[in-house]
């Protein structure tokens, strides 16, 4: 008699979480709860924001999320990968070999950024500005904002690609044996947690999260993706803050 056929699908056993579920369920309330905050925060302020002589430093925010970034990435690492039995090195992805590993990926960060320019060009044009109100006044201001900025924003390459693109997309390809619905359900949350910049950019920021996807499959690496956010961020903040 012939044995019955097996399932063409993987359990998520045979998949390998990289957590425990009731971890990436916590996180994703947590990315959750923090966007929820950010849009009251938003709606409760003034229309226009505080002018920037009444605006005050922006270096107790800045290093404020400078520590939510890296105790997030610390929740993942310390809370959730350990005890999935996954190592960052494993989160991150190909390493590494020579300099012309890291011009390549500086390269393809580089590229990507251009595209992207091409493509937040358009959306802009056929769909319109952000819709959320006074992000200007965050922006940075002298020497001291500019550099804490920086430092924000690599950080944010590091931790955000760590926990999107590395953690939330490998768990989810994991539970639900689709690549495609990895990249579109972590591309979707990345922009649910971006909810204080407005309705507009979460479905912008939702595209840039599925594009960012695309590229850690690409290149089996978070590098590249980190690169590019870190510097999207840093470009972002410095040229706005001059017009």
Same mark, same amino acid.
């Given at each position: 008699?012939?044995?019955?056929?097996?399932?063409?699908?993987?359990?998520?056993?045979?998949?390998?979480?990289?957590?425990?579920?009731?971890?990436?369920?916590?996180?994703?309330?947590?990315?959750?709860?923090?966007? !929820?905050?950010?849009?009251?925060?938003?709606?409760?302020?003034?229309?226009?924001?505080?002018?920037?002589?009444?605006?005050?430093?922006?270096?107790?925010?800045?290093?404020?999320?400078?520590?939510?970034?890296?105790?997030?990435?610390?929740?993942?690492?310390?809370?959730?990968?350990?005890?999935?039995?996954?190592?960052?090195?494993?989160?991150?992805?190909?390493?590494?070999?020579?300099?012309?590993?890291?011009?390549?990926?500086?390269?393809?960060?580089?590229?990507?950024? !251009?595209?992207?320019?091409?493509?937040?060009?358009?959306?802009?044009?056929?769909?319109?500005?952000?819709?959320?109100?006074?992000?200007?006044?965050?922006?940075?201001?002298?020497?001291?904002?500019?550099? !804490?900025?920086?430092?924000?924003?690599?950080?944010?390459?590091?931790?955000?690609?760590?926990?999107?693109?590395?953690?939330?997309?490998?768990?989810?390809?994991?539970?639900?044996?689709?690549?495609? !619905?990895?990249?579109?359900?972590?591309?979707?949350?990345?922009?649910?947690?971006?909810?204080?910049?407005?309705?507009?950019?979460?479905?912008?920021?939702?595209?840039?999260?599925?594009?960012?996807?695309?590229?850690?499959?690409?290149?089996?690496?978070?590098?590249?993706?980190?690169?590019?956010?870190?510097?999207?961020?840093?470009?972002?903040?410095?040229?706005?803050?001059?017009?």
């Amino acid at each position: 008699m012939n044995e019955p056929l097996a399932s063409s699908v993987a359990t998520p056993q045979e998949r390998r979480l990289i957590a425990p579920v009731r971890h990436t369920v916590i996180l994703i309330a947590i990315l959750f709860a923090i966007a !929820a905050f950010g849009v009251y925060s938003q709606r409760s302020g003034p229309a226009n924001g505080p002018g920037p002589a009444a605006r005050g430093s922006m270096l107790p925010l800045y290093l404020s999320l400078i520590a939510a970034e890296w105790g997030l990435l610390r929740f993942v690492v310390a809370r959730g990968l350990r005890r999935g039995g996954t190592s960052f090195r494993e989160l991150l992805g190909r390493r590494w070999s020579s300099w012309r590993d890291v011009a390549r990926d500086v390269a393809i960060a580089a590229a990507a950024w !251009a595209g992207w320019l091409a493509i937040n060009a358009a959306s802009e044009r056929f769909v319109g500005p952000g819709s959320a109100k006074g992000l200007a006044t965050f922006l940075p201001h002298g020497p001291a904002e500019v550099a !804490a900025w920086i430092v924000l924003s690599i950080s944010a390459g590091v931790c955000e690609e760590a926990v999107y693109r590395g953690y939330l997309q490998q768990q989810f390809e994991a539970l639900s044996g689709s690549p495609a !619905a990895a990249v579109v359900g972590q591309g979707v949350i990345f922009g649910i947690s971006h909810a204080y910049q407005g309705v507009t950019n979460v479905v912008v920021i939702a595209v840039l999260g599925v594009l960012y996807g695309l590229l850690a499959r690409w290149r089996k690496s978070l590098k590249p993706g980190m690169i590019l956010h870190a510097w999207m961020d840093i470009f972002g903040g410095l040229l706005e803050r001059s017009f």
